[in-house]
């Protein structure tokens, strides 16, 4: 995270990042909490082995908190 959260940094975007619950949806809820945000981004596995894409859960975000939220999907093929 904290490569990801530097390289946005360097192309002059104001990141934040945190390791929080297991539940991806309390998750933000805990972060939200604790501060302001315009945007949400939810980095997912591609779409044939993300359990967060078949649980709507970039969207379930979006409804709750009303929050834009932009999901970003690695490419088939990648591995954790």
Known sequence: MSAGIQALSELGASVDGDIGVQDPVKAVGHCLAAGTYEEI???TLPKTVSRWL???????IQ?????????????????T
């Open 54 to 60: 078949l649980q709507d859960v970039p969207h379930r």
């Open 41 to 43: 981004i939810v980095s």
């Open 63 to 79: 409804r709750k908190f009303k929050i834009p939220v932009t999901t970003v999907t690695a490419r088939e093929g990648f591995t």
